[in-house]
């Protein structure tokens, strides 16, 4: 799997970023077992990947790209399934932060060695 490389495992981090964070909600505060269970093992997956990551990727990089897929997924999540508002200056924030990280992927994407 040639793809399962840093940036793999960065993009599957985010993933399972979006997952734990889009079940917090169901949770309610932690006080529902099953729901709290799911979100506390994709958060373990999470942080995993994105140390598996960071062995191939500078970790300023790898973080704020991980965290930038994070947002823009939970952000989607909560407009599309929550109901939640996203204007045009939202949205105009959004595109700076996949802008922002494509600049990263471009200027800083050295492997560590």
Do not use: D, H, Q
Request: with cysteine; charged share 10%; aromatic share 10%.
């Amino acid at each position: 799997m040639a793809w399962l490389n840093g940036w793999g495992y960065l993009v599957l981090a985010g993933l399972c970023e979006v997952l734990y964070a889009s079940i917090i909600p169901r949770t309610e505060g932690f006080t529902r077992l099953g729901p709290s269970l799911y979100c506390g093992v994709f958060l373990a997956l999470s942080i995993y990947l994105l140390s598996l990551a960071v062995r191939e990727l500078p970790l300023g990089l790898a973080y704020a790209v991980w965290v930038g897929i994070g947002t823009l997924g939970t952000v989607a999540y909560g407009s599309l399934f929550l109901g939640e508002p996203l204007g045009a200056l939202k949205a105009l924030c959004l595109v700076m932060i996949v802008g922002g990280i494509v600049g990263l992927k471009l200027v800083g994407g050295g492997e560590v060695v």
